[in-house]
Each structure stands twice: as C-alpha cells, then as structure tokens.
C-alpha cells in the first residue's frame, strides 16, 4: 500500500524538502531532501532517510555520527509538496557542526551570528578522518 | 549593506526554502521559498515576503488575507541554503485552506489524515471571487 506516497508532489528533481522538528523542544532542527525512496524507508523503519544531493544517495539520518532522528510524527502540507517530521533526536545534536540544530545563524545588524552552542566538536562526532 | 544576502546560497532557480515557525505556539506554519529580493523585502520591513513559484511573482505573504507573518527572528542554516522565520502569524491563520497552518495531513495506516481544524472558510478569508 504506497497510495500514500502517490499523493507526494516531488519535484522535477524528484525531490520534496522535509523539515525535522524536535517532538519535546519543538525547535526546527534540519531541512533536508527526501526522494520516493527516502519516504518510504522513513515510514517503513521510523528512521528519518533523506536524499543526499552532495553525494548523491540516500542517506539514514545519524549512519555515521549515531544521532539518528526517531519518527514520531509525518505531516504533508496543502498542496502535497512539504513533508515535516516530528522526531525524537538521539544524542541531541542534528547538525553536523556540532550544533543541536542547522538553523544556529540569526541575522542582527546586517550581520549573521553564531548564537548557539556547539555541544560536541565534530571530529569527536566522526573521527578525525 | 547587504554583505548577509551575498552569503545566501540561492539554488539554480535562484530561491531558497523558508520555513516559518510561530514564535509562541512552536508550531512549523509553513514552507515556502524566497529568491534575494523576497529575503531583502523580508528583512527590511520585518514582514514576510516569498517567491510565488505558481504566479511566478514576488509575493507579500497575507497581501490579500490579511494575514500577515510579522517578523521576529530571521535564521540561516549550517550550509547557507536554508531560512528559518519566527513570525507572529496575524490571525492565527498562516494556510489558504483556512488551517491554522499548511500541516494539517498526519500519515496513520498509509493514508494522509486531515487532523487540524478549517479555522475559517476560504470564501471568508478570500471572497467567493
């Protein structure tokens, strides 16, 4: 039964932007890319998939650093071409730079600045390598 | 001064996704997209303004409802290509369906289900015209 993702509206990449919202903190977390496949093996196994468009390929959410996103909820919007995630983040870190979250630039002055924390160095997350 | 636009990485179509948070619910209203001048508007009269991909124009979100997005925070995310807007969603309504929000399909046994309430009837919001 894929009905469900026969509504989805991918792009002419065949791609639909998916925003990662923390289930308790509420903060916005990550937006990334989801291809067919991605949605269907995040429904299937409750683990948010994306579609990697730097490496081409898809991609489990947390495979290298553990920080995997736990699905709690998946929501399309109106017109069938946003998916948003209500997730439970292990290890309380989605960013790659070590920040709980991508979104840590505010614009003030004309200027963007880095006003949140970086809870892990992130050759502790991957390794040196 | 716009030395914080140049650091916007715009796609090939020249836009970038903008999803907008309700400052005090935490609810995610809304993804959109924004080309530079939508970012700039956006910015400069802390109100928010999109790319309409559909009318293939510059778009001042609530120029017909009323139902402004007033900005308080403006984010970008770890690799420049994504924006986060806390607003103050005037009217408590941020979707054209008279949602309160575009995420009111949950997906439970394979299907997308309607889960939040019309607010008020589009005709209300837009006349029958």
Chains 1, 2 share one sequence.
Not at 77 to 101: F, K, M, N
Request: aromatic fraction near 8%; charged fraction near 25%.
């Amino acid at each position: 039964m894929t009905d469900w993702l026969d509504t989805v509206r991918f792009n002419i990449d065949g791609l639909v932007g998916a925003i990662a919202q923390d289930a308790t903190s509420k903060q916005v977390l990550t937006l990334a890319w989801m291809n067919r496949e991605a949605l269907l093996q995040t429904a299937a196994t409750r683990e948010a998939h994306y579609w990697s468009r730097s490496r081409q390929k898809l991609w489990r959410k947390g495979e290298s650093s553990g920080f995997v996103q736990k699905i709690r909820e998946i929501r399309l919007d109106c017109d069938s071409d946003a998916v948003l995630l209500l997730v439970e983040q292990v290890g309380g870190i989605a960013c790659h730079t070590g920040h709980e979250r991508c979104f840590f630039l505010r614009l003030e002055d004309g200027a963007w600045h880095d006003v949140e924390p970086v809870l892990q160095d992130p050759k502790a997350i991957y390794g040196d390598g």
